[in-house]
């Protein structure tokens, strides 16, 4: 078949020609896309809305030996709730770096578009450091990075409290004193904040967790995140 359709999230775009725009979507049939849109950045475009970064679109395009063409689009969600508020467009664009970054062409996901769609809901309305977390902490499970958090990630012993327990990105989770090299400490209540994220959002969501220990359970998240991806989060500076 020469045409498809599909729905996606821009995820990125970028300027090609005089006037076309090139858009990364994460689309709920095809994984990760990259698309060219003819003439996108015309004022008058009929792709100029469709292609803003975040907006949830339902689309046909031709394949191109390549980039495939946006021939067809209907804005489902333009998500524009996040670019009202700086904090939230910080953190749209942090969840949408990590899944341009991470997630490989033409590899189907469905769980995490369904779980991006409902993210950038919950931030389009309130700033929502938790559900950033809980995105990041879930993306990373669905792709087979799950940080080990029940026994020591460099032993497999029990974990002991004795000497402090420490979040080692090298090792795949928290480590006991013994085994840590150069590794920051994680509390008790941060371990148990994301284990937590393993519930569905309407539970997690109603858990009270303390500003300090949330601010812990991101900064260890962010350290195993740069990590995995061997580069600087460039969103986290903005």
């Not at 390549?66 to 942090?94: C, M, P």
């Not at 792709?143 to 420490?166: E, F």
């Amino acid at each position: 078949m020469n045409n498809y359709k599909t729905q996606g999230i821009v995820i990125r775009r970028d300027n090609m020609g005089e006037a076309d725009r090139r858009i990364t979507l994460l689309t709920l049939d095809y994984g990760k896309k990259v698309i060219r849109a003819p003439g996108a950045r015309r004022p008058k475009s009929r792709f100029a809305p469709a292609t803003d970064l975040f907006c949830e679109i339902r689309f046909v395009a031709a394949r191109g030996r390549t980039f495939d063409i946006l021939t067809e689009v209907q804005i489902i969600n333009s998500h524009d709730g996040l670019s009202r508020n700086l904090a939230r467009t910080k953190q749209a664009y942090w969840i949408g770096e990590i899944t341009e970054r991470m997630l490989h062409d033409e590899e189907p996901h469905k769980k995490l578009y369904y779980l991006l769609s409902h993210t950038l809901n919950i931030i389009g309305m309130q700033e929502n450091d938790k559900a950033v977390d809980y995105y990041i902490y879930n993306f990373l499970c669905r792709l087979g990075y799950a940080p080990v958090l029940h026994k020591c990630a460099a032993t497999n012993n029990h974990l002991s409290i004795d000497g402090g327990i420490y979040f080692s990105p090298p090792s795949g989770g928290v480590v006991c004193q013994k085994t840590h090299q150069n590794d920051a400490p994680i509390s008790v209540d941060a371990i148990k904040a994301i284990r937590y994220m393993n519930k569905p959002w309407r539970e997690f969501s109603r858990v009270q967790i303390s500003s300090q220990t949330q601010k812990e359970v991101h900064r260890h998240l962010k350290n195993f995140t740069q990590y995995i991806i061997q580069r600087e989060i460039k969103s986290e500076g903005l």
